[in-house]
T-cell receptor, first 111, second 112 residues
Framework: DAKTTQPNSMESNEEEPVHLPCNHSTISGTDYIHWYRQLPSQGPEYVIH???SNVNNRMASLAIAEDRKSSTLILHRATLRDAAVYYC????????????FGPGTRLSVLP | DGGITQSPKYLFRKEGQNVTLSCEQNLNHDAMYWYRQDPGQGLRLIYY???????QKGDIAEGYSVSREKKESFPLTVTSAQKNPTAFYLCASSTHNTGELFFGEGSRLTVL
């Protein structure tokens, strides 16, 4: 299973943009890049996903490097409710296969 | 509303007892998953199922069993063979088309 590497923790000030990096140097051509976040004692929540092109939705933006070996989740204006653990995972094109979750990045948002 | 329902939310059991965690989804998803999460750690896959009457072991299947008799249901049994069963258990489902995972709220199992 393809693996990802993320910083253990990051800090941001409220209402400032946050860039959460993820390295996935062993990504294959058909792996989708997914991001989820998890609040304490809750199940993870889907944030965004992409394959090759940058993606935007109401929650965040996903910037994917041209060689696809890294990606960045962008929260445009961090709020206190964005404090969570953020997971970057690779989903193989073969549906139903294993999603490998690493320890993720714990984001703290300071008021 | 569509979603995934896990029950019970909290469960206590004595050592040597089997316990079954329920997971039901009404999203019409084919694939379903069980994950285990220990404090401060990421999620580890226990079992997954792509279709009814079929399932595969994940990374940490020892001491666990599952069944997939209906598309909507994917119960997980934690057997007495599981050495350290105290954990937070998460069920998820996904479609084939997008692969986006939908998670339940989790079941916290404590072995006394």
């Amino acid at each position: 299973d393809a693996k990802t590497t993320q910083p253990n923790s990051m800090e941001s000030n409220e209402e400032e943009p946050v860039h959460l990096p993820c390295n996935h140097s062993t990504i294959s051509g058909t792996d989708y890049i997914h991001w989820y976040r998890q609040l304490p004692s809750q199940g993870p929540e889907y944030v965004i996903h992409g394959l090759t092109s940058n993606v935007n939705n109401r929650m965040a933006s996903l910037a994917i490097a041209e060689d696809r070996k890294s990606s960045t989740l962008i929260l445009h204006r961090a709020t206190l409710r964005d404090a969570a653990v953020y997971y970057c995972i690779l989903r193989p094109d073969n549906y139903g296969q294993n999603f490998v979750f690493g320890p993720g990045t714990r984001l703290s948002v300071l008021p | 509303d569509g979603g995934i329902t896990q029950s019970p939310k909290y469960l206590f059991r004595k050592e040597g007892q089997n316990v079954t965690l329920s997971c039901e989804q009404n999203l019409n998803h084919d694939a379903m998953y069980w994950y285990r999460q220990d404090p401060g750690q990421g999620l580890r896959l226990i079992y997954y199922s792509q279709i009814v009457n079929d399932f595969q072991k994940g990374d940490i299947a020892e001491g666990y069993s599952v069944s997939r008799e209906k598309k909507e249901s994917f119960p997980l049994t934690v057997t007495s063979a599981q050495k350290n069963p105290t954990a937070f258990y998460l069920c998820a489902s996904s479609t084939h088309n997008t692969g986006e995972l939908f998670f339940g709220e989790g079941s916290r199992l404590t072995v006394l």
